[in-house]
């Protein structure tokens, strides 16, 4: 009964008023005195058969597509438009909302904007902040809503229709208040090829015993649910095009990124986001999302909304996920509760669970108030979402001037003249990858200047098309964050065990990419052109896919052929790993458990990956009963044995990062892992850069620097077993052979966050074994780090392409 009570509130407050804004804040807008009627819009359910947030109900893209089109044509409030193709073909679109009037003038508001973000734009440092005055006198809240960018997180692509026909049809004051103070811009789904990938899969097993599973396939081609670990290296089509033409045209002043989470935690997360905060992004931006999540949290609370968490299992300390923060935007970020894709669920109170920073059976200072349990279906995730993005957008109109002055004073106090004391920018040489970084860091909005003439610094010979990159720019310090190390704070719980960050420690793009970098505390007397074509040997920053690629390319690739393994479930590093195959071109064919049970596969493959995933995953697969009879099994014995007879007829089968530990266990090779069983208050290393040094003898170590960089996260580290009686193995040490291993006399870290350094000290990182005619290599990293890596590369290339 009270799950009923509550539901039916929740429907209400979606056609009711908001709440009520400051009396002052409508007394500041006089246009607000003339309520527009809109014309005829129509509601979603009669495009979609449907309303948005009925239980087993899904949209198609190509229906999503067509109601923004009617919304488009039917009301003078929306503008509908395409930008771009998805990796797989399908329109890329968004909606602009706002007054008609503003909507007749955005060419001025993006200029506004624009000026508001580069205040050397206006002119001598005298006279800005007058001009300024008058632009956010005129100026309006620009507010980004993205939906959908994990795909099986329904609620939000179907919510981006119900925010969308509000805005469009009502004449609620609330409402005009909205639409004249902000523009929004609504992206109902950064992935649209996944939104057909998931609904394909959730028709298909609808009234089947796998009702509400996830699809047996990654819903982004390439990244699956890394597609939101992409906002700074900038390797997929879909964050390319939503940088280019909205972030960097619009510059919003608050981006709202909705989400959904487990279903046994919080009904709902909003910021402010756990420590750390990553120490470059301005203290403004922390301030905006601390007042805008709180206030969202607490009118929520007030309206009746329960299980929600602020404050807690989120951070702010990567760009992978936060564009906006070092580009003057607040990023709120929302999480609702899910339910199995469509279907509703039932959640007993004692079956919640505590996450980091809250406990949902006890309401505290970060949670409540409390959420009982009970039915929990799709409409209720819809409700809270609308809810909350009609709050924020509330929030953004009701404080339109303060929003932009914040704003202004981020990109004021970033292009004043840094002092003595302070950094003044890099350099970085020209080098193999040089040009890739600079891609990466212009497609960022940075400022790079090439060096016109050769210069010496500090003993450090820059020759012509070394770039320069000053710091006191509008986005110095998204330069900044992905240049340096990252020193990850030493974050431990009562019992002294590490506080997981929740996503990876590390983003020094400049160490992935083996670019050396020099900090500057004097920046050089220098000629240089700003945003000039950085060209390497003959390669411009234009050819950057070949940059990581043409020092070992090997003439035999064209014959040697791959496969590459594709499991189920499905693994993200599958995704990763084919994409960075896919976009050098190389020759290579997707196998899966039963192309590897069949046998033979000598007569097809020279070489074998298989991408990192758990042991038990590879081996055993989804477990019976949970998926549909053809997607269970795991590679099985026998296709542990026709991998064997591969490497012992002549095959190299590579394994990547966890992909080893399967290995060694199932072909009892004499090497194990150090760490295999060591509790994290004694190692952990959650996502971090360390240090390799290389035997360059190796083959599979040609044409590399003998010390490197390596991407550690969930990663074993070797020894290798000189007693091998245990084994049950013909295999001893004679037969291994260590490429990498982490230096004995230093700190193997370099960026990110490592405890038990000791316990890895001379440890390998990378070896051979020979089984036969063949080998096995053995990755204790992710050499193809989502495609960031580049400095790994020649590794992970060389050991598919070299022959035993």
């Keep these: 009964m009270r799950t009923r009570l509550h539901l039916g509130f929740l429907l209400i407050a979606l056609t009711l008023p908001l709440l009520s804004s400051s009396s002052s804040a409508r007394l500041n807008h006089p246009t607000n005195a003339a309520v527009t009627v809109p014309e005829r819009i129509p509601a979603p359910e009669e ?36 930008l771009g193709k998805s990796t797989m073909g399908q329109p890329f679109v968004m909606a602009t909302i706002s007054a008609p009037e503003n909507l007749a003038r955005l060419d001025e508001y993006r200029k506004i904007q624009e000026l508001l973000a580069d205040p050397r734009k206006l002119g001598a440092p005298g006279g800005r902040d007058r001009k300024a005055a008058e632009l956010i006198k005129r100026g309006k809240t620009i507010v980004l809503i993205t939906c959908g960018i994990h795909s099986t997180e329904v609620g939000s692509y179907l919510s981006s229709m119900l925010i969308a026909h509000r805005l469009a049809s009502s004449s609620e004051p609330e409402i005009q208040n909205i639409l004249h103070n902000t523009i929004v811009l609504l992206v109902p789904s950064l992935n649209p090829d996944g939104v057909d990938i998931v609904k394909n899969w959730y028709d298909k097993t609808l009234g089947t015993p796998y009702e509400g599973t996830d699809p047996p396939e990654l819903y982004h081609k390439y990244t699956g649910h890394d597609n939101n670990r992409d906002w700074y290296a900038f390797t997929q089509v879909e964050t390319q095009i939503t940088v280019d033409k909205i972030h960097n045209v619009w510059h919003p002043q608050i981006v709202h990124d909705i989400h959904q989470q487990g279903e046994y935690g919080a009904r709902l997360f909003l910021p402010p986001y756990m420590p750390p905060v990553e120490p470059n992004v301005p203290k403004q931006i922390v301030a905006g999302y601390t007042e805008l999540g709180n206030y969202m949290a607490r009118e929520m609370r007030a309206a009746g909304f329960t299980g929600l968490t602020t404050n807690s299992t989120y951070d702010a300390w990567s760009p992978a996920r936060a564009y906006s923060h070092y580009h003057g935007g607040v990023r709120i970020l929302s999480e609702t509760a899910s339910c199995n894709i469509a279907t509703p669920i039932s959640v007993k109170f004692a079956e919640l669970k505590k996450d980091e920073g809250y406990d949902p059976k006890k309401e505290s200072a970060t949670y409540g108030p409390l959420w009982r349990g009970g039915e929990w279906h799709l409409r ?31 990109g004021k106090e970033a292009v004043r003249p840094r002092r003595s004391d302070e950094l003044q920018g890099f350099m970085v040489p020209t080098s193999q990858n040089q040009a890739g970084l600079v891609a990466a860091l212009r497609r960022g909005g940075v400022e790079v200047d090439s060096l016109i003439n050769p210069i010496t610094y500090q003993g450090n010979e820059l020759d012509r098309f070394s770039a320069v990159i000053k710091i006191n720019q509008p986005y ?54 700003t945003n000039a074509t950085i060209v390497f040997g003959g390669l411009s920053e234009n050819d950057t896919e070949k940059f990581d690629g043409n020092r070992y390319r ?23 790993t084919r994409w960075t195959m896919e976009s050098r071109n190389y020759n290579f064919k997707t196998i899966t458990n039963q192309d590897l049970r069949t046998g033979n596969l000598n007569d097809r493959f020279k070489s074998i990956i298989l991408p990192d995933q758990n042991s038990a995953t590879i081996l055993n697969g989804y477990k019976a009963g949970t998926m549909p009879l053809e997607y269970t099994g795991g590679l099985g014995q026998a296709g542990v044995k026709a991998l064997r007879d591969f490497v012992e007829q002549g095959g190299t089968l590579v394994c990547l990062n966890r992909a080893s530990s399967f290995a060694i266990e199932q072909f009892k090779l004499p090497v194990r892992d150090v760490v295999a069983k060591v509790s994290e208050k004694e190692f952990f290393v959650p996502g971090s850069i360390l240090r390799i040094e290389l035997d360059t003898s190796n083959p ?10 390596a991407w550690v996260e969930d990663s074993p580290v070797f020894e290798i077993v000189r007693d091998n009686r245990g084994l049950g193995s013909e295999l001893s040490a004679a037969n291994v052979t260590v490429i990498a291993r982490y ?62």
Excluded: C
Aim: hydrophobic content about 40%.
């Design 47 to 82: 495009i979609l058969g449907f309303v948005p947030g009925d239980d087993r109900k899904l949209a198609s893209w190509s229906q999503v597509i067509h109601y923004f089109d009617e919304l488009d044509k039917a009301s003078e409030r929306v503008k509908f438009e395409t």
């Design 380 to 410: 209720d995730i819809t409700n809270y979402m609308t809810s909350a993005a009609f709050l924020l957008l509330r929030h953004a109109s009701d404080n339109r001037s303060e929003w932009l002055s914040r704003f202004y004073e981020i």
């Design 476 to 529: 110095g310090s998204f330069a900044k964050a992905l240049l340096e190390a990252q020193h990850y704070p030493d974050l431990r719980d009562a019992a002294g065990l590490p506080i997981e960050p929740y996503d990876v420690t590390a983003h020094s793009l400049a160490m992935l990419m083996n670019v050396p970098v020099i900090a500057v505390k004097k920046l050089p007397r220098y000629q240089g052109a």
């Design 554 to 576: 090997d003439p035999r690739e064209r014959q040697l052929t791959t496969g590459l393994f594709k499991s189920q479930p499905p693994a993200i590093d599958e995704g990763w």
């Design 700 to 709: 599979i170590a040609r044409g590399m620097p003998k010390e490197s960089i």
């Design 743 to 804: 230096p004995a006399d230093k700190n193997p870290l370099l960026s990110g966050w490592l405890l038990g350094e000791n316990r890895i000290r001379g440890k390998a990182a990378l070896v051979e074994v020979s089984l036969g005619k063949g080998r096995i290599i053995l990755f204790g990293f992710r050499p193809q780090y989502r495609g960031q890596s580049l400095a790994t590369y020649p590794l992970f290339f060389n050991a598919i392409l070299t022959v035993p």
